[in-house]
């Protein structure tokens, strides 16, 4: 029987692709090893839906982020939101810039040291074993899985890109530069290339003068089994949000968005470091009964929790790269769950959402620019009943993990 290693900075069981991945792979017959960390006390070895799953100890967070999330979730909502403005956005001032520079460049530096020590034990873990592919999901598996490959304990090695990496941080920042230089060295010895959506294959073709364009693994959710059926609209109209809230988000936004919304509710489906700031501003703003908060949801009541809303919002920030070439789960999620979209306007989203007639982009992802665009969905009701259908129709004929699957270029043949 093949055997296939795959490696990831995370939990598997909180990551709906890797373990997606995962399974397709072993339902090929293969048996399948997952090399992960353990972030959530689980044991460090499991059998998991014939899986075996072996976990290694957790990287630490850098101090001022453990601080930087602490405050935010703990400040009054004002303050919050301007320390949340001081991390989210560009300083106008040199100083400033420079010494913002600085933080952050120290967080990456402590987040490599971390991560490397994460792939020595991993690399040491396995290099006596015998593997047909190893699988290292992003560049922070890319050197145990170079590793791995070169001492001879897997014939072939598969990089896949859930993001664009290279443009993690701010144009010219040393993060951005390091990550070129351990992608660059995992490509050359990857038999495969795999990402998520063409926008970053074709850049990452550019980037590295790859003589082939990645192949593209969209991360979609499994087909539910339904078909297109004729869409409702709530009243007041349901808007929802789902995924972790973190910053970059445009999630601040979207509270102050709904003082000029009328006839709609939002919804928080998910968690994350800022839950508790956005309860205080949505409280502050006296929209307590009009913003709600469903907290962590396992992942497969993902789709069944969306269905009871009309349209599935992104509002993220233009900030980096990383974050404009961003192909959400969620998108594909609200797709399958029937939802309208709003998007902010980012090359990938605007492939999916308005060529496949989903929904909208966002005129901007302000407060100002979220209500504007909101209040005409919600106003053009037939509009936004066309919306909904479309979208349910593209997931269910091509947005479906098992038609993206096919496109993964290993086959264990």
Not at 35 to 50: I, L, Q
Not at 111 to 120: D, S, T, V
Not at 219 to 230: F, K, S
Not at 262 to 275: I, Q, V
Request: proline share 4%; with cysteine.
């Amino acid at each position: 029987m093949k055997r296939a290693l795959i490696l990831l900075i995370g939990e598997i069981l909180e990551d709906p692709r890797v373990l997606k991945t995962a399974r397709s792979i072993a339902e090929r017959g293969v048996s399948v090893t997952v090399a992960c960390t353990n972030p959530s006390g689980r044991s460090e070895k499991e059998d998991f839906e014939g899986l075996v799953i072996r976990r290694f100890p957790h990287r630490g967070e850098f101090i001022l982020k453990r601080l930087y999330t602490f405050l935010k979730s703990r400040l009054p909502s004002r303050m919050g939101q301007t320390l949340a403005k001081g991390h989210e956005d560009a300083p106008s001032r040199p100083l400033a810039a420079w010494l913002k520079n600085r933080v952050l460049s120290l967080n990456f530096r402590h987040f490599m040291g971390e991560n490397m020590a994460i792939n020595r034990k991993m690399a040491a873990a396995f290099r006596n074993e015998r593997f047909d592919l190893v699988h290292a999901n992003d560049f922070d598996t890319l050197p145990a899985g170079r590793e791995l490959k070169q001492c001879g304990a897997a014939d072939a090695l598969l990089y896949d890109a859930h993001e664009y990496w290279a443009g993690i941080g701010v144009h010219g920042s040393v993060a951005n530069e390091q990550v070129r230089v351990i992608e660059r060295d995992g490509i050359e010895a990857a038999d495969h290339v795999v990402t998520v959506n063409p926008v970053i294959a074709e850049t990452m073709q550019e980037e590295y003068g790859l003589t082939t364009t990645p192949a593209v693994v969209m991360n979609c959710p499994y087909h539910d089994g339904g078909e297109t059926v004729e869409p409702v609209i709530h009243s007041p109209l349901r808007v929802v949000y789902q995924g972790k809230l973190q910053a970059f988000r445009g999630l601040d936004e979207l509270v102050l968005a709904f003082q000029d919304i009328e006839n709609a509710e939002l919804t928080f489906s998910g968690f994350g470091p800022l839950e508790e700031s956005l309860k205080r501003l949505a409280e502050s703003l006296g929209l307590g009964d009009r913003v709600h908060f469903l907290g962590r949801f396992k992942g497969e009541d993902t789709v069944t929790i969306l269905k009871e809303h009309d349209i599935g919002i992104m509002p993220f920030r233009d900030v980096t790269l990383n974050m404009r070439y961003t192909s959400p789960n969620k998108m594909f999620d609200y797709a399958m769950a029937g939802l309208a979209i709003a998007a902010s306007d980012f090359p990938f989203l605007r492939q999916i959402v308005v060529n496949h007639g989903m929904g909208v982009m966002l005129d901007a992802a302000t407060p100002e620019g979220i209500a504007a665009t909101l209040s005409r969905m919600i106003t053009d009701k037939d509009a936004l009943l066309a919306y909904k259908t479309a979208a349910r129709r593209a997931a269910l004929e091509s947005f479906t993990w098992e038609k993206q699957f096919a496109a993964y270029p290993w086959t264990g043949a």
